[in-house]
């Protein structure tokens, strides 16, 4: 059964920082692209960011743009989001998806997890 796991998440102050991990498990996502995905309470899900297998195409929301920073370990069928300068409106459940190519849409993911709670205080 192929899962994904999100984990790092909690409260933090204005300008602080966190980081998410995802683990990947029941198989490796050889060329599957992977990223990550929030939804803020009363808001729809929106894209964060998403790194392919290679490194080679990485992709940022503008909102997140100089602040957050997706990497992955193939080895360890891992993908972390390193957040910096968190603000109030970053606040919301993170979720990793993964999809075979170089980017990844939340609604053609066939594999999501459940997701991690980031809340940012003023």
């Not at 059964?1 to 198989?27: F, K, M, T, Y």
């Not at 929106?46 to 490194?55: K, P, Q, R």
């Not at 957040?83 to 075979?100: F, G, I, K, S, W």
């Not at 609604?107 to 991690?116: A, C, K, L």
Request: overall charge positive; charged content about 20%.
């Amino acid at each position: 059964q192929v899962q994904l796991v999100e984990s790092g998440g909690g409260l933090v102050q204005a300008g602080g920082s966190l980081r998410l991990s995802c683990v990947a498990s029941g198989r490796i996502f050889i060329m599957h692209a992977m990223g990550w995905f929030r939804q803020a309470p009363g808001k729809e899900r929106e894209f964060v960011a998403a790194i392919d297998w290679s490194h080679t195409t990485i992709e940022y929301a503008d909102s997140v743009k100089g602040r957050f920073t997706i990497s992955r370990d193939n080895t360890k069928n891992t993908l972390y989001l390193q957040m910096n300068n968190l603000a109030p409106e970053d606040t919301a459940v993170y979720h990793c998806a993964a999809q075979r190519g170089v980017t990844v849409k939340w609604n053609e993911s066939p594999y999501r997890g459940q997701g991690t709670l980031v809340t940012v205080s003023s």
